[in-house]
C-alpha cells in the first residue's frame, strides 16, 4: 500500500483565551488521510477549524495532542516541508519585484539556482500564463494574476503536494476558471492537492474526496460522488423511448428496442449538501 500523501492521527489543538480560563477547540481529534495523486477538498464554515488544521500539516502550528505526517515523515520535521507547494488565502508578495524576479527569489528560498531556475521560472511563467508579464512589477498585477504567480511559486521546487488555501478569493470568474483548469491540469500530472475553498461549485468539478469541519470536528469525509448521491432514488436514462415505452417503463425496458444507456443514483449539488450537514451539525450543538 502506498505512503498516503497526508495523514492526520487523533488531531487536537486548543488555544486559551484571552483574560478567561478557558480554552478554545480549534481541532477536536480530526483523523483523515489523503492518497497520493488525489484533489481533496478540505470544507466547513468560518472557524471550523480548516486553517488551523493546514498549519499544523505545514509544520506552522504545533498542535496539542495527536500526529500530522506527509509523505510519511512528521510535520514537525524540516524536511517534510520539501515536497510541499504553498499557496495561503491572501498571500504577500515584493510589489517592487517582476513576476520573474519573483519566482527567481523564491527558487534561491528554495535552494535552486543558475540555469536551472532561471528554465524552471520561464516554464512555471508559461504555464500561469503570465509569459507576457514577466517583466511587469506585481504592483500593477490584478487579483488574478497575483493568485496565478502565487500558484507559481508554490510549483517553484517540483512539490509532490500542493496545499491551496482559498485560490480563487477575490477573483473574477475568468481568472477562476484559469485556476480550476490549472488544478485539473496538476491532478493529471499526479500531483496531490489539498483544497480548502468555499466555492463549492468548483470543489464539486474538481475534487476526488472531501472532509467536511464543523467545530472543530469532521463530521463527513469520503468519495464526492458518494457523499452527493441521493441514495432512496435511482436514475434511468433511455435513449429513442417513445411515450409509450415511458408510460410503461418498469415492464418494458429490458424486452423493449431502447438503450439503456445510464442506470445510477441521482446527485444533489455540493452546497445543498454542505449546508444540510453543517446545519444538522449545529441542531445538536
Same mark, same amino acid.
Given at each position: 500500500m502506498s505512503t498516503p500523501a497526508?495523514?492526520?492521527?487523533?488531531?487536537?489543538k486548543t488555544f486559551a483565551v484571552p483574560f478567561r480560563r478557558e480554552k478554545l477547540?480549534?481541532?477536536?481529534?480530526?483523523? =483523515?488521510?489523503?492518497?497520493?495523486?488525489?484533489?481533496?477538498?478540505?470544507?466547513?464554515?468560518?472557524?471550523?477549524g480548516k486553517s488551523t488544521t493546514m498549519k499544523i500539516v505545514l509544520g506552522l502550528v504545533r498542535p496539542t495532542s495527536g500526529a500530522t505526517q506527509i509523505f510519511g515523515r512528521s510535520s514537525r520535521e524540516v524536511p517534510s516541508r520539501e515536497d510541499v507547494g504553498f499557496l495561503p488565502e491572501n498571500p504577500y508578495f515584493y510589489k517592487f519585484l517582476t513576476g520573474e524576479e519573483t519566482l527567481l527569489f523564491y527558487g534561491k528560498l528554495c535552494g535552486l539556482g543558475g540555469d536551472s531556475l532561471r528554465k524552471?521560472?520561464?516554464?512555471? =511563467?508559461? =504555464?500561469?500564463?503570465?509569459?507576457?508579464?514577466?517583466?511587469r512589477r506585481l504592483g500593477g498585477y490584478s487579483k488574478g494574476m497575483l493568485q496565478r504567480i502565487g500558484l507559481a511559486q508554490a510549483l517553484v521546487q517540483n512539490p509532490r503536494l500542493l496545499v491551496l488555501d482559498e485560490p480563487t478569493a477575490g477573483v473574477d470568474p475568468a481568472g477562476s476558471r484559469d485556476i480550476r483548469d490549472l488544478i485539473l491540469r496538476f491532478k493529471s500530472e499526479g500531483l496531490?492537492? =489539498?483544497l480548502c475553498s468555499h466555492l463549492l461549485s468548483q470543489v464539486q468539478e474538481i475534487c476526488d474526496r472531501i472532509g467536511i469541519l464543523h467545530e472543530g470536528k469532521l463530521v463527513r469525509e469520503g468519495r464526492l460522488e458518494?457523499?452527493?448521491?441521493?441514495?432512496?432514488?435511482?436514475e434511468i436514462i433511455l435513449e429513442n423511448a417513445s411515450p409509450e415505452l415511458l408510460a410503461r417503463i418498469a415492464d418494458e425496458v429490458k424486452r423493449s428496442g431502447a438503450?439503456?444507456?445510464?442506470?445510477?443514483?441521482?446527485?444533489t449539488t455540493l452546497e445543498r449538501y454542505f449546508l444540510e450537514v453543517t446545519k444538522g451539525e449545529s441542531s445538536q450543538h
Amino acid at each position: 500500500m502506498s505512503t498516503p500523501a497526508i495523514s492526520i492521527q487523533g488531531l487536537t489543538k486548543t488555544f486559551a483565551v484571552p483574560f478567561r480560563r478557558e480554552k478554545l477547540v480549534a481541532v477536536d481529534n480530526l483523523s =483523515l488521510e489523503v492518497e497520493a495523486g488525489q484533489v481533496y477538498g478540505l470544507l466547513g464554515p468560518n472557524g471550523s477549524g480548516k486553517s488551523t488544521t493546514m498549519k499544523i500539516v505545514l509544520g506552522l502550528v504545533r498542535p496539542t495532542s495527536g500526529a500530522t505526517q506527509i509523505f510519511g515523515r512528521s510535520s514537525r520535521e524540516v524536511p517534510s516541508r520539501e515536497d510541499v507547494g504553498f499557496l495561503p488565502e491572501n498571500p504577500y508578495f515584493y510589489k517592487f519585484l517582476t513576476g520573474e524576479e519573483t519566482l527567481l527569489f523564491y527558487g534561491k528560498l528554495c535552494g535552486l539556482g543558475g540555469d536551472s531556475l532561471r528554465k524552471r521560472a520561464r516554464e512555471l =511563467l508559461k =504555464l500561469v500564463n503570465l509569459e507576457d508579464a514577466a517583466h511587469r512589477r506585481l504592483g500593477g498585477y490584478s487579483k488574478g494574476m497575483l493568485q496565478r504567480i502565487g500558484l507559481a511559486q508554490a510549483l517553484v521546487q517540483n512539490p509532490r503536494l500542493l496545499v491551496l488555501d482559498e485560490p480563487t478569493a477575490g477573483v473574477d470568474p475568468a481568472g477562476s476558471r484559469d485556476i480550476r483548469d490549472l488544478i485539473l491540469r496538476f491532478k493529471s500530472e499526479g500531483l496531490t492537492v =489539498l483544497l480548502c475553498s468555499h466555492l463549492l461549485s468548483q470543489v464539486q468539478e474538481i475534487c476526488d474526496r472531501i472532509g467536511i469541519l464543523h467545530e472543530g470536528k469532521l463530521v463527513r469525509e469520503g468519495r464526492l460522488e458518494d457523499l452527493i448521491s441521493v441514495h432512496s432514488q435511482t436514475e434511468i436514462i433511455l435513449e429513442n423511448a417513445s411515450p409509450e415505452l415511458l408510460a410503461r417503463i418498469a415492464d418494458e425496458v429490458k424486452r423493449s428496442g431502447a438503450n439503456l444507456l445510464e442506470q445510477r443514483q441521482p446527485q444533489t449539488t455540493l452546497e445543498r449538501y454542505f449546508l444540510e450537514v453543517t446545519k444538522g451539525e449545529s441542531s445538536q450543538h
